[in-house]
């Protein structure tokens, strides 16, 4: 649901008919809101709505003829320290170092982009409450 808000937020490259006050707009006349991404000019993809954007991308992923590791965001920032420890496990590895360091401010750097993107706790007070996954959609 986070995504589909970012998405609301700023499209990036994803086009589809929407306004911020009908967002994410999946449905049309009870059809799915087809959604395009345009990665270049000859690189032009076409889904049947924005949440198909979302499976088309990570199913490319799960179809891959080689191995893969899938780590969800919020495992990640919530249990840091098992979750790497049990990556570098996997792939056969050993971490370097027992600290983390969490990087308070936006990670994105502040790009014009980006403008508007969590910080750590931003991202904390966001993903850790279950009633906020579908806050600002209509």
């Not at 994410?24 to 993809?45: H, I, M, Q």
């Not at 490319?60 to 840091?80: G, K, Q, T």
């Not at 098992?82 to 792939?91: H, L, T």
Request: charged share 30%.
């Amino acid at each position: 649901y986070h995504w589909m808000g970012s998405m609301c937020r700023k499209s990036y490259v994803c086009n589809w008919p929407h306004t911020k006050l009908n967002c994410p707009n999946l449905l049309k006349e009870g059809k799915p809101n087809e959604a395009r991404v345009r990665y270049s000019p000859e690189n032009k993809t076409r889904h049947e709505s924005l949440v198909g954007v979302w499976n088309d991308y990570y199913k490319e992923y799960l179809d891959a003829p080689f191995p893969r590791l899938l780590i969800r965001f919020e495992d990640l920032l919530f249990h840091p320290e098992y979750v790497i420890s049990k990556a570098c496990e996997c792939v056969g590895g050993q971490r370097r170092t027992n600290k983390i360091e969490n990087v308070r401010g936006n990670a994105k750097g502040g790009q014009p982009a980006h403008e508007g993107a969590n910080d750590f706790m931003g991202a904390i007070t966001r993903y850790g409450d279950y009633k906020k996954r579908a806050e600002g959609f209509s």
